[in-house]
């Protein structure tokens, strides 16, 4: 499975953002999709996930009511819609696809990863 993270930029306090992951390549495998971020100098962190057939959601929470993930299966495609954004949610956004139903929100979970797109958020 081949994942592209694309929709990342430089937006003001308050602003939003929408990210967007496209999956290829063996997608019939895929029971779950996240998203995680990195900040500099610290660890990656769970954000989202969402299964791929029901579509349940898992949300940090440090982003609920902020954020949504959602997914377009006949595109393949896995959504993160960023609203209310803080400086706090600067960092690198990775999409992440899971052929197991393991921890949603632990890295090791999860098989997949794509190169990441960056979010800056400015005060």
């Known amino acids: 499975v081949q994942l592209q993270a694309s929709g990342g930029g430089l937006v003001q306090a308050g602003g939003s953002l929408r990210l967007s992951c496209a999956a290829s390549?063996?997608?019939?495998?895929?029971?779950?999709m996240g998203w995680f971020r990195q900040a500099p100098g610290k660890e990656r962190d769970f954000v989202a996930g969402?299964?791929?057939?029901?579509?349940?959601?898992s949300y940090a929470d440090s982003v609920k009511g902020r954020f949504t993930i959602s997914r377009d299966k006949g595109m393949n495609t896995v959504f993160l819609q960023l609203t209310s954004l803080k400086p706090d949610d600067t960092a690198v956004y990775y999409c992440?696809?899971?052929?197991?139903?393991?921890?949603?929100?632990?890295?090791?979970?999860?098989?997949?990863w794509g190169q990441g797109t960056q979010v800056t958020v400015s005060s």
């Open positions: 992440a696809a899971a052929r197991n139903y393991g921890a949603v929100s632990m890295i090791r979970s999860y098989d997949y």
């Open positions: 969402i299964t791929w057939i029901g579509g349940i959601t």
């Open positions: 390549g063996g997608t019939f495998s895929t029971i779950r």
